[in-house]
Each structure stands twice: as C-alpha cells, then as structure tokens.
C-alpha cells in the first residue's frame, strides 16, 4: 500500500521575521527566513519564497500539505482583552484599559482571519494555530537533541504570555509542560524594546546595538530606577506601569512614561551623537535584564529540577545574559537554538502539530541544525549585471587559499552551502578577517558593514582550541553565548574582546562544518591563531545575503576586498 506522506509546514508570518519549516514524515526538510530570499530585513509579509523553495525542495504542491502549523492562537489575544479590565483598578493604568482590552479584542480577530487566509492558499490543509510560547519551546528543544531539560522562554508577548518555564522530554517524540508563565505587562522584552527605542534604535532590529553600548556606560546612575521598575518576585518579576505603561497593541500610545522621561533622559533622535547618559541608561537596563534572567534561570532549576537548559524567545538572543547563565552554574548545559527569536517559532508549530496528530513517526533532522535554507552550489553565475567584477575559479585547496588571503589583511566575503537558521552567520553567509590586522575593527565598522563605532565583533574558534581563549568552558556553535576571556585573547587577539571583557563566540567543529574548519586550522598553521573575526555578509539595515545576487550587491556596495562564492574568487 502506498504512504502518503505527512506534510506539515510551520508558519511564521504576518507578525516580523516571516519564515517557513517544512516537515515530511517527521523529518524537517528545511527551515528558511524570508527575508534571506526577498532583501526585506524582518519582513511580516507571508513567505511566499521560502514556501515556494521548500515546497520545490520536497517536490510538492501547495496541495500537498497536509496541515499547516501557524505560531499564535487567536483565541488567546481575546481572553487577554476581558482581562484587561482588571487595569482599570488603578489610577496608573486606568486610561490604558480601554485602549488595550480593544487592541488586544483587534488583534485576536485579525489572526483568525489570518489563520482563514492560510486555509485558502493551501486547499487540502487544515490550519493549526499553535500557542506562541509552546512553539518557542518545541523549536529551543527540539533543536537541542536532549532527552530532558528545563525550557525557559522569555520574549516580548505571545498572545498574552511574556514568560514560560516548562519541562521538556523525549528527543524523539518531545513533549514539553509548562510548569509556571507569566502574562502581560509583566514583560521583559517590553521593557527592552521601549528602552531601544527611548535610545533611538529601532526596535525589533536593534536592541544588540543597545546590549554593544551598555559595556560602555556605568549602570550606576539608573541601577535604583531600574530596580523599581523591573522587580523580581518570587516566581517572576513585575514591570511597574508608572515607569513603563502596559502595552495596548496599537500605536500612538508611548511605552516610557511621563515619570521615565523626567528621571532619564529626552528621547534621543537617531541622528543624535551618543552621550554619557545614554551609555549609562543602556548599561543599566542590560544589568538588569542580566539580573532577571538569572532570577528566571535560577527558578527554571529549581521547578524542573532538570541540570540542563534550553533558553529561547527574543530576550535569549541577548548573549550576555545567556553567558551569566552558564558562569553562574546553575546548570550543567545551557543551549540557545540557532533561531531563538519568532522565526524558529515556524519549527516549533510544525513539531506541535507532528505531535498532536498522533504520529508515531519520530522527529529527524532539527537537533543540532543549523544550515538548513537553499544552497546555490552548481547555478552558473552570470556576472554582466555587476560589469567591475571579475572572477576566478578555485580548485580544491580553496580553504588555504582563502586562510592566505585572511592572513594578508583582507576582508573577504563568503557564501556557501546551505543558509543558516537564526540571526547569526556561521560560516556560509560570513564576513571574515584576521584579528591580528591593525584597526580591523574600525575598517569592518566604518567602511564595510556601515555601523557604529562601537559595536564589536565576533570570533570564530576551532572548537578543540577554544579554552585556551575563551573561559565558557562549553561549545557554542551558534554565536549566542558571550564568553569570557584569557590572557592569551587579550594579548594575541584584543579585537575580538568587547568593552566589557566578553567575546560572542562561535565554536567550530569539523562535523558541523569541515570548509571552515579547515579554514581555521589552516589560519592557525600560518599565525597560531585559531581566531577569525566572524560578521554577517550584509551591511546595516539589509538581511543577511540569501542568494548569490544580495551577496553580489554587498561585495559592490561595501568595503569589502573580495567574495567567495561556491568555489569562486571575485574581486573588484
């Protein structure tokens, strides 16, 4: 008898950082953003190229799939709008009551029309809405391959809830149990994200650029502010509306008050030069973003009982925080997945549903992935639309080719294999350079990526010779942890180590990705460094490059020396 087989794709879409999971048969095809593939930097639009390369991928139709798994449930946003009255019991919050419990109601209404308009565009599924907060936690453990771990989800909102600590088990068939959650306003990423934009950035795009500029400031000045409106209880913390207003879902409505502004700073515009009291207004809302998430850690311990975590939602791309975590030790193993925020939440809908449905098949193809989108190995490249460039094959000593080129100084782009998952390039969409060049962080900042002067930059290290640099004293394959450094970092490779003592590192094993690790280890055998600087391939404001043409305009438009792409060497 023929199998059919069980074709689910995890939607997350409409919201920020649209993208696509497609699951066949309890194996995960491919994950992708859609913004790597439509050059629209956290695009909500639907992802029309991500579902179109997975569908071709798999050799499928949109009439195909089975079910799609969809990462809200708009029921969820109508219970919060009843509950929103409950604000109307306080002076502080009385005016916010209406405004909510409608964009709350609005919201619902508008994500089960949303959860419709999926129905139509794949005729033979049925829709699956998945509760927000139990698709971060499928997605962080189902890519950590664990077969028991606490699962902590921190992020702005998902439907109502802002904060959950579960329990997850079985690697195969994973279930997780949501032992504790907190609801709005008591939100972390509210909180950051209002600072973020109080200071100018945007927010949802920029609050790492926030995290850079806090090592420089002195959290002294606001450390007592912030210890009023971000208190920490016994199972939780509670945000105090006087500082920061509960959110209404609708614009026009500030997310600093009054009583913030009077005891900060103005609102600094974006053109504005970065003074004293904005590094210090940063640095004390990362102290205490810092001091809550260990307060979180500390009571996911303690609940599951369990010596592992798995840590996801947007507020666990903050690496300092996740590199607290693992120095406090409280647990024996932390892990982020490569794609924290609400796109890796297209995986965990999908597993939802694989799971719900019955399936006895077990999970393949997530834990420990990371290059999962489309490659571009053998398309002819027709350069005529970029007239400067020029190119040349390499042959198979292109991993020692490229080590030289590092060595001498340049700046070189690289674009291979599969995309990553996540906001971080891991070495097939990278930016590359020797830390050991003179003034390389200011050249990579001003004239290669476009962006402040203080952001820093991330090393990538041969794992095996991780510890002689770094202190985490555990791999960190996807970028997401901040480390500690040695001696040895300090005086072989300052570059990579930030304002306040840290590197985000990135180990790299000759499992997870041989080409780079043969970089590496051939970089090493010229300098006896094992380091490299590791950026993105893009410039500010745009996507990481998805295909060969976005990594072609960055190569144009930027100072970058030269491009690898699939084998071949392009210069200007």
């Given at each position: 008898?023929?199998?059919?087989?069980?074709?689910?794709?995890?939607?997350?879409?409409?919201?920020?950082?649209?993208?696509?999971?497609?699951?066949?048969?309890?194996?995960?095809?491919?994950?992708?953003?859609?913004?790597?593939?439509?050059?629209?930097?956290?695009?909500?639009?639907?992802?029309?190229?991500?579902?179109?390369?997975?569908?071709?991928?798999?050799?499928?139709?949109?009439?195909?799939?089975?079910?799609?798994?969809?990462?809200?449930?708009?029921?969820?946003?109508?219970?919060?709008?009843?509950?929103?009255?409950?604000?109307?019991?306080?002076?502080?919050?009385?005016?916010?009551?209406?405004?909510?419990?409608?964009?709350?109601?609005?919201?619902?209404?508008?994500?089960?029309?949303?959860?419709?308009?999926?129905?139509?565009?794949?005729?033979?599924?049925?829709?699956?809405?998945?509760?927000?907060?139990?698709?971060?936690?499928?997605?962080?453990?189902?890519?950590?391959?664990?077969?028991?771990?606490?699962?902590?989800?921190?992020?702005?909102?998902?439907?109502?809830?802002?904060?959950?600590?579960?329990?997850?088990?079985?690697?195969?068939?994973?279930?997780?149990?949501?032992?504790?959650?907190?609801?709005?306003?008591?939100?972390?990423?509210?909180?950051?994200?209002?600072?973020?934009?109080?200071?100018?950035?945007?927010?949802?795009?920029?609050?790492?650029?926030?995290?850079?500029?806090?090592?420089?400031?002195?959290?002294?000045?606001?450390?007592?502010?912030?210890?009023?409106?971000?208190?920490?209880?016994?199972?939780?913390?509670?945000?105090?509306?006087?500082?920061?207003?509960?959110?209404?879902?609708?614009?026009?409505?500030?997310?600093?008050?009054?009583?913030?502004?009077?005891?900060?700073?103005?609102?600094?515009?974006?053109?504005?030069?970065?003074?004293?009291?904005?590094?210090?207004?940063?640095?004390?809302?990362?102290?205490?973003?810092?001091?809550?998430?260990?307060?979180?850690?500390?009571?996911?311990?303690?609940?599951?009982?369990?010596?592992?975590?798995?840590?996801?939602?947007?507020?666990?791309?903050?690496?300092?925080?996740?590199?607290?975590?693992?120095?406090?030790?409280?647990?024996?193993?932390?892990?982020?997945?490569?794609?924290?925020?609400?796109?890796?939440?297209?995986?965990?809908?999908?597993?939802?549903?694989?799971?719900?449905?019955?399936?006895?098949?077990?999970?393949?193809?997530?834990?420990?992935?990371?290059?999962?989108?489309?490659?571009?190995?053998?398309?002819?490249?027709?350069?005529?639309?970029?007239?400067?460039?020029?190119?040349?094959?390499?042959?198979?000593?292109?991993?020692?080719?490229?080590?030289?080129?590092?060595?001498?100084?340049?700046?070189?782009?690289?674009f291979q294999g599969r995309v990553e998952a996540g906001p971080r390039a891991l070495g097939n969409r990278s930016i590359l350079a020797s830390p050991l060049e003179p003034g390389v962080v200011e050249r990579l900042n001003a004239t290669v990526k476009y962006r402040e002067p203080f952001r820093p930059f991330a090393p990538?290290?041969?794992?095996?010779?991780?510890?002689?640099?770094?202190?985490?004293?555990?791999?960190?394959?996807?970028?997401?942890?901040?480390?500690?450094?040695?001696?040895?970092?300090?005086?072989?490779?300052?570059?990579?180590?930030?304002?306040?003592?840290?590197?985000?590192?990135?180990?790299?094993?000759?499992?997870?990705?041989?080409?780079?690790?043969?970089?590496?280890?051939?970089?090493?055998?010229?300098?006896?460094?094992?380091?490299?600087?590791?950026?993105?391939?893009?410039?500010?404001?745009?996507?990481?490059?998805?295909?060969?043409?976005?990594?072609?305009?960055?190569?144009?438009?930027?100072?970058?020396?030269?491009?690898?792409?699939?084998?071949?060497?392009?210069?200007?």
């Amino acid at each position: 008898m023929d199998h059919t087989p069980t074709v689910i794709l995890g939607l997350c879409s409409y919201t920020h950082d649209s993208s696509t999971a497609l699951l066949v048969d309890g194996e995960l095809v491919g994950f992708v953003e859609e913004e790597r593939l439509s050059e629209d930097k956290h695009t909500k639009a639907f992802p029309q190229h991500a579902v179109d390369w997975l569908l071709k991928e798999a050799g499928l139709t949109p009439g195909d799939v089975d079910a799609v798994a969809y990462n809200f449930h708009p029921a969820h946003y109508l219970v919060e709008s009843s509950a929103s009255l409950r604000l109307a019991l306080s002076a502080t919050t009385r005016e916010r009551t209406l405004p909510r419990a409608h964009g709350f109601a609005k919201v619902g209404l508008r994500t089960q029309r949303r959860v419709g308009a999926l129905g139509r565009l794949f005729p033979s599924a049925r829709v699956v809405p998945v509760l927000h907060h139990r698709a971060h936690q499928l997605a962080a453990f189902s890519w950590s391959g664990w077969t028991e771990s606490a699962v902590l989800v921190v992020d702005s909102l998902g439907e109502r809830q802002t904060t959950t600590i579960a329990h997850g088990h079985n690697a195969l068939r994973p279930r997780t149990r949501t032992l504790e959650s907190l609801n709005d306003p008591a939100s972390l990423g509210y909180v950051y994200g209002a600072v973020t934009e109080h200071l100018g950035w945007r927010r949802g795009d920029e609050e790492g650029t926030v995290m850079a500029l806090a090592a420089l400031g002195d959290p002294k000045r606001f450390r007592h502010l912030f210890a009023r409106a971000l208190r920490t209880t016994q199972s939780g913390f509670y945000v105090d509306p006087s500082y920061f207003p509960p959110r209404t879902l609708s614009s026009g409505y500030p997310r600093t008050s009054r009583r913030f502004l009077a005891e900060t700073c103005p609102p600094r515009q974006s053109a504005e030069p970065v003074v004293e009291v904005h590094r210090d207004l940063a640095a004390a809302l990362q102290e205490r973003t810092e001091q809550v998430m260990l307060h979180l850690a500390r009571r996911a311990r303690l609940i599951t009982g369990s010596r592992r975590l798995c840590a996801g939602g947007g507020v666990a791309t903050n690496c300092v925080s996740i590199g607290r975590i693992i120095e406090a030790g409280i647990f024996d193993d932390v892990f982020v997945p490569p794609a924290p925020g609400d796109a890796g939440t297209a995986v965990g809908a999908a597993v939802a549903v694989h799971i719900d449905s019955g399936s006895q098949r077990p999970l393949s193809g997530i834990a420990r992935s990371c290059y999962l989108g489309p490659s571009f190995e053998n398309l002819p490249l027709d350069l005529t639309r970029w007239p400067g460039l020029r190119q040349k094959m390499l042959g198979i000593e292109s991993a020692e080719f490229l080590a030289d080129q590092l060595a001498h100084g340049m700046i070189v782009g690289l674009f291979q294999g599969r995309v990553e998952a996540g906001p971080r390039a891991l070495g097939n969409r990278s930016i590359l350079a020797s830390p050991l060049e003179p003034g390389v962080v200011e050249r990579l900042n001003a004239t290669v990526k476009y962006r402040e002067p203080f952001r820093p930059f991330a090393p990538m290290v041969l794992a095996e010779r991780a510890g002689q640099f770094f202190t985490l004293g555990q791999e960190a394959p996807y970028m997401s942890m901040a480390s500690g450094v040695t001696d040895t970092a300090r005086e072989r490779v300052p570059a990579i180590v930030h304002a306040n003592g840290t590197s985000r590192l990135q180990t790299v094993t000759a499992a997870q990705n041989p080409f780079m690790h043969a970089v590496l280890t051939a970089f090493a055998r010229r300098t006896g460094v094992p380091v490299l600087i590791n950026t993105s391939l893009n410039v500010k404001g745009k996507p990481i490059c998805g295909t060969p043409a976005m990594a072609l305009d960055c190569l144009t438009g930027s100072g970058l020396d030269a491009l690898l792409l699939e084998g071949r060497w392009i210069t200007k």
